[in-house]
T-cell receptor
């Protein structure tokens, strides 16, 4: 079974630009979550999608948005990039059962200059 | 409020020795799950072990075991017979109702040959 796939692996953008990150979950997983990881703040929850609906949302500004498609693939968009948005963005999928873990992708390393 | 606390920013262990990584949690949810993840320098998050709040026995997965003390709200990870490949960041996480995950700030483990 293929794991969680995130594209691209690396991105370099300029302040003010926007970026879209993509995530393909494990086949059969309907829940997809996004996390931002930085050295200073650790892992911070962005949002979770389940069956195309945003089910949970973290404490991030509206510049961060996401969506999920009918095939469970998800995209995350960040508009008007700021230097502080430089981070590793991790996508995770899960089967939804309480005892089932999150399965993470390798992440997208975003650098904003 | 939901919170995961890892108080050890960094730990060192001699190869082949056992090491305990601390994790305490706080939740008012009666039903929750506790997870440990390993993040090597390459960035991917690897699921190690799970403990449910109603599980009577401590979870074990190969060289990993989870020392679950519900009354103390602690879920420490024990790695037996440490190997050089165990050097990584380790994150404790908690899942509560609504599929919301909370992560600790992590512990950096270095295995010394």
């Amino acid at each position: 079974k293929a794991g969680v796939t995130q594209t691209p692996r690396y991105l370099i953008k300029t302040r003010g630009q926007q970026v879209t990150l993509s995530c393909s979950p494990i086949s059969g997983h309907r829940s997809v979550s996004w996390y931002q990881q930085t050295p200073g703040q650790g892992l911070q929850f962005l949002f979770e999608y389940f069956s195309e609906t945003q089910r949970n949302k973290g404490n991030f500004p509206g510049r961060f948005s996401g969506r999920q498609f009918s095939n469970s693939r998800s995209e995350m968009n960040v508009s008007t990039l700021e230097l502080g948005d430089s981070a590793l963005y991790l996508c995770a999928s899960s089967a939804g059962d309480r005892e089932k873990p999150l399965h993470f992708g390798n992440g997208t390393r975003l650098t904003v200059t | 409020a939901q919170k995961i606390t890892q108080t050890q920013p960094g730990m060192f262990v001699q190869e082949k020795e056992a090491v305990t990584l601390d994790c305490t949690y706080d939740t008012s949810d009666p039903s929750y799950g506790l997870f440990w993840y390993k993040q090597p320098s390459s960035g991917e998050m690897i699921f190690l072990i799970y403990q449910g709040s109603y599980d009577q026995q401590n979870a074990t997965e190969g060289r990993y075991s989870l020392n679950f003390q519900k009354a103390r709200k602690s879920a420490n990870l024990v790695i037996s017979a440490s190997q050089l490949g165990d050097s990584a960041m380790y994150f404790c996480a908690m899942r509560v109702t609504g599929n919301q995950f909370y992560f600790g700030t992590g512990t950096s483990l270095t295995v010394i040959p």
